[in-house]
């Protein structure tokens, strides 16, 4: 049995990924500059298993893992900063992954005949202040 026929996409890769930022600093007054920046990336789905048939435990059915797995789900994330820098130290805050979409990074199963489906998250919403310091 052939698990994975030649030009089988690869798992969680998807055919579309794109990533963008954009940041605008300005004096803020003597010595100080500010900041704005924001980032923006989209992923689009992709399968979550490179092999197209697997033999199931007990049963002996063949199946496809990406039809009991699914597919890792398309997503896009923001990203937003603001912050001031002095000569030798900062301040920032920030919210990342903004609107709090639950995307994925990968799918999988515990092991190679089991159907329960494990899904790796990205990151939740973050906000947040950092500070630092050049030295």
Same mark, same amino acid.
């Given at each position: 049995?052939?698990a994975?026929p030649?030009?089988?996409? $690869?798992?969680i890769?998807?055919?579309? #990924?794109?990533?963008?930022?954009?940041?605008y600093s300005?004096?803020a007054? +003597?010595?100080? #500059?500010?900041?704005?920046?924001?980032?923006?990336?989209?992923q689009?789905? +992709?399968?979550?298993? $490179?092999?197209?048939?697997?033999?199931?435990?007990?049963t002996? *059915?063949?199946?496809?893992?990406?039809?009991f797995?699914?597919?890792? !789900?398309?997503?896009?994330?923001?990203?937003l900063f +603001?912050g $001031?820098?002095w000569?030798r130290? &900062?301040? *920032? +805050?920030f919210?990342? &992954?903004?609107?709090?979409?639950? &995307?994925?990074l990968s799918?999988?199963?515990?092991?190679?005949?089991?159907? !329960?489906?494990?899904?790796?998250?990205g @990151?939740?919403r973050?906000l947040?202040? @950092?500070?630092?310091l050049?030295f």
């Amino acid at each position: 049995m052939i698990a994975a026929p030649g030009g089988t996409r $690869l798992p969680i890769t998807p055919k579309f #990924k794109a990533a963008g930022s954009v940041r605008y600093s300005w004096p803020a007054w +003597a010595d100080v #500059k500010a900041h704005l920046q924001g980032a923006l990336t989209y992923q689009g789905s +992709a399968p979550s298993s $490179l092999r197209t048939a697997i033999q199931l435990v007990g049963t002996g *059915e063949i199946v496809d893992p990406n039809v009991f797995q699914g597919h890792v !789900r398309a997503s896009t994330t923001v990203d937003l900063f +603001a912050g $001031l820098d002095w000569p030798r130290w &900062n301040i *920032e +805050a920030f919210a990342t &992954n903004l609107f709090d979409d639950r &995307n994925e990074l990968s799918r999988s199963t515990a092991c190679g005949s089991c159907t !329960r489906v494990l899904v790796v998250p990205g @990151r939740p919403r973050t906000l947040g202040v @950092r500070a630092g310091l050049k030295f």
